[in-house]
Nanobody, 126 residues
């Protein structure tokens, strides 16, 4: 079983930045696909970003491309989401997600078979 603990959420003004962190345990970290999803009130959970275990492969939702950057530190068992130029529509609970290496990126993006963190609230005021 994989345990995920997020941190770094909070309240920020539009145009500001936040960095989310997610510490993982329970598996060899470098073997995990890691990523982020978010869920706004009244909406379904949606894919935000994913990074492969080797860090060479990253993907982003169109809504965050050019503003968010995902990275990971395999020595620290941690994945990060740097969020810049935040907008009120980025307000949501952000969830860290992980999947075993044999899961395809496409399957991960659908949220199928992922391990999940408890979520951290990000609120962007206008």
């Amino acid at each position: 079983q994989v345990q995920l603990v997020e941190s770094g959420g909070g309240l920020v003004q539009a145009g500001g930045s936040l960095r989310l962190s997610c510490a993982a345990s329970g598996r060899t970290f470098s073997s995990l696909i890691m990523g982020w999803f978010r869920q706004a009130p009244g909406n379904e959970r949606e894919f935000v970003s994913v990074i492969s275990g080797s860090t060479v492969d990253t993907h982003y939702a169109d809504s965050v491309k050019g503003r968010f950057t995902i990275s990971r530190d395999n020595a620290k068992n941690t994945v990060y989401l740097q969020m810049n130029s935040l907008k009120p529509e980025d307000t949501a609970v952000y969830y860290c997600a992980a999947a075993d290496w044999w899961i395809s990126i496409q399957t991960f993006q659908r949220g199928v078979g992922n391990y999940w963190g408890q979520g951290t609230q990000v609120t962007v005021s206008s």
